[in-house]
């Protein structure tokens, strides 16, 4: 991917939710909701604060993060449907 997002942007990749319940009933994709959890592909450098100084994001490639349901704008790059959205949009990140 040659893409660099600015400022606090995040390029997210939303990570594929289950299509199958516990009881073993197969959701189809119509059916299924579009997952709010995703990895961060890439980030911008960060924001500027009042005085012009660098504020670094919390946020690093390869983090798996948690996202509200509405959030990002969802583009298609390289053929992989990805969303960019803030930094703020992102809840936590998800830590192992």
Same mark, same amino acid.
């Given at each position: 991917?040659?893409?660099? @997002?600015?400022?606090? =942007?995040?390029?997210? =990749? =939303?990570? %594929?939710?289950? &299509?199958?319940?516990? /009881?073993?009933?197969?959701? @189809?994709?119509? +059916? +299924?909701?579009? @997952?709010?959890? /995703?990895?961060? !592909? $890439? $980030?911008?450098?960060? &924001? =500027?604060?009042? $005085?012009?100084? !660098?504020? @670094?994001?919390?946020?690093?490639? *390869?983090?798996?993060?948690?996202? *509200?349901?509405?959030? *990002? ?5 390289? *053929?992989? %449907? !990805? !969303? ?7 809840? /936590?990140?998800?830590?192992?």
């Amino acid at each position: 991917m040659k893409f660099r @997002p600015l400022h606090d =942007r995040v390029v997210v =990749r =939303r990570v %594929d939710s289950e &299509t199958k319940t516990s /009881g073993g009933i197969i959701i @189809p994709d119509t +059916a +299924a909701e579009k @997952p709010q959890q /995703g990895e961060v !592909l $890439a $980030a911008g450098p960060g &924001t =500027r604060d009042e $005085a012009g100084k !660098l504020v @670094p994001l919390d946020v690093k490639k *390869g983090d798996k993060v948690l996202f *509200g349901k509405w959030s *990002g704008t969802e583009v298609k790059i390289d *053929g992989e %449907d !990805l !969303l960019i959205m803030k930094e703020s949009d992102i809840m /936590g990140v998800i830590e192992k």
